[in-house]
T-cell receptor
């Protein structure tokens, strides 16, 4: 069993839709990270969370420490949001990565 | 601009040859990491270094070697002992608390 599970694996949405990607983890964490990987392969760090909620533009990340669950929301989705989104649990000693959610936003 | 430079972006090598992937950073981060990514799998840790002249094996270190002679540089050598070297390789850096975590753009290695 993976320490970090993401769902869904693949997601297709129409432009403008509200999108939610879920992440569950089984390890104790010091922080939970959401990463974005574009088709070229490079990865960008979107959020680092240890509690509550963070917002950056149209992106919102939430975490429930008791339930060991985090969600990434995208409001008013746009084709440029198409990418793979990866959840990563930081235990303080190492990272555990989810396998990613591949998002395609259709115009 | 501060960041990580990985080169080259694409690399082709013949089976049995060693190949070295470059990772350079100007973020002044102490820690540097090498990850491997395969289709359908999460990133897996190959090696990491918390300080110059010191490095530790990750989960899948067999067939790889690294050096950390300078703070800015953490090259990864994929040796002929690595049985399945074709993959996407990502370098990352972090500050002492790991919170400042930055990824490079990756190198896609294909062994033919």
């Amino acid at each position: 069993k993976n320490e970090v599970e993401q769902s869904p694996q693949n997601l297709t949405a129409q432009e403008g839709e509200f999108i939610t990607i879920n992440c569950s983890y089984s390890v104790g964490i010091s922080a939970l990270h959401w990463l974005q990987q574009h088709p070229g392969g490079g990865i960008v760090s979107l959020f680092m969370l240890s509690s509550g909620k963070k917002k950056h533009g149209r992106l919102i990340a939430t975490i429930n420490i008791q339930e060991k669950h985090s969600s990434l929301h995208i409001t008013a989705s746009h084709p440029r949001d198409s990418a793979v989104y990866i959840c990563a649990a930081n235990t303080g000693n190492q990272f555990y990565f989810g396998t990613g959610t591949s998002l395609t936003v259709i115009p | 601009d501060g960041g990580i430079t990985q080169s080259p972006k694409y690399l082709f090598r013949k089976e049995g040859q060693n190949v070295t992937l470059s990772c350079e950073q100007n973020l002044n981060h102490d820690a540097m990491y090498w990850y491997r990514q395969d289709p359908g799998q999460g990133l897996r840790l190959i090696y990491y270094s918390q300080i110059v002249n010191d490095f530790q094996k990750g989960d899948i270190a067999e067939g790889y070697s690294v050096s950390r002679e300078k703070k800015e540089s953490f090259p990864l050598t994929v040796t002929s002992a690595q049985k399945n070297p074709t993959a996407f390789y990502l370098c990352a850096t972090g500050d002492r608390g790991i919170y400042g975590y930055t990824f490079g753009s990756g190198t896609r290695l294909t062994v033919v």
